[in-house]
């Protein structure tokens, strides 16, 4: 009986001894096992469906006001639009599964594609990556892109994951964003006119355009200001879309190399698809031939970090 006790004894003590070196809460090889791990039950598989687009959009949490206190130029500021798109291409060089990106306003949407296994395609892990390294390449590119305004205060941007099945439901959401710009800025570029040139107020703006079809906006800003919209920049008319291309400049022979293409281009008619068949087939980068002085200030800012040796190198893809 005594014997019996003594190894009882024996065996409580040693499993305490190992509860306690289970307590260690880091090893080397990552989370260590404790009697408290049970708690990972209550994490949810947010994996995402498999072999379709995942989509990630971007939007300026309360940026009417941010655009107001940081005083951007109306009704279309180049410079913080450009931030908004180097902030978009320093997330295409971190997710190489990132084919395609678009913006416009406040707003940026991120395609992956659909064989994509970043993060094991779990959705809070990319939208959080996303979004938290896009809106610290906002912030970190402010004083670039916006040398003469002080940031205030910091931007925010919250973000959703949308899927698609279809190759058609994805040019079908791209071409929605895309139809909103117009209706947007057409609508944005009368009213700022009405307000800046003419000298009406806000209220009185609204007033003037209330009931208006896009013909009468057109026709507007013809008569009153001499503006014809459709010669306005592309940018403004049309957002950005980013492209991965293989860059080869004709007058500079030494540079041929891949990097973020913005183009302005019409993604509701067939032949941008047309042009850059690599988005829905087997994906690999087309190529974009230019000239030095045809460069866009988003690729120079690229070529000028190659130049320095500042290049971060690129993901491929994330597991963890």
């Known amino acids: 009986m005594g014997l019996l006790r003594y190894t009882i004894f024996h065996l409580l003590k040693r499993s305490s001894e190992i509860i306690s070196q289970q307590r260690v809460l880091h090893t080397s090889g990552g989370m260590a096992c404790s009697r408290f791990e049970y708690v990972k039950n209550y994490e949810q598989d947010d994996s995402v469906l498999p072999n379709v687009w995942i989509v990630i959009r971007l939007d300026g949490k309360g940026f009417h006001k941010f655009s107001k206190a940081h005083d951007f130029a109306k009704p279309n500021d180049v410079n913080a639009l450009n931030l908004m798109n ?8 971190e997710f190489r599964d990132v084919i395609l990106a678009y913006g416009q306003s406040d707003e940026y949407s991120f395609i992956f594609r659909k064989e994509t296994n970043v993060f094991n395609r779990r959705a809070a892990k990319l939208l959080t990556y996303v979004t938290s390294l ?29 899927l698609y ?40 703006a609204e007033a003037e355009l209330r009931g208006t079809f896009s013909a009468d906006k057109n026709e507007l800003l013809f008569t009153k200001f001499g503006i014809n919209y459709n010669k306005l920049p592309p940018m403004f008319r049309k957002g950005t879309i980013l492209l991965r291309k293989r860059v080869k400049i004709s007058d500079h ?11 302005h281009d019409d993604m509701i008619r067939e032949k941008f698809w047309k042009d850059h068949t690599e988005l829905l087939g087997k994906y690999k980068p087309g190529d974009y031939e230019t000239t030095f002085d045809g460069l866009s200030p988003i690729l120079k800012t690229q ?7 500042d290049e971060k190198p690129q993901n491929v893809e994330c597991s963890s």
């Open 165 to 204: 099945p279809s190759d058609q439901n994805l040019r079908d959401y791209l071409s929605w964003r895309q139809a909103d710009v117009h209706i947007n800025n057409l609508y944005n570029t009368a009213f700022w006119n009405l307000v800046l040139q003419s000298g009406l107020s806000n209220q009185e």
């Open 86 to 93: 180097i902030a978009a291409v320093t997330v295409m060089e």
């Open 134 to 162: 896009f809106t610290s390449a906002y912030v970190f590119n402010w004083n670039h892109w916006m040398q003469n305004k002080t940031l205030h205060y910091p931007p925010c941007f919250d973000g959703r994951v949308v």
């Open 253 to 263: 022979d030494s540079l041929n190399r891949q990097l973020i293409v913005p183009v």
């Open 303 to 309: 070529i000028e970090k190659l130049s320095s040796g």
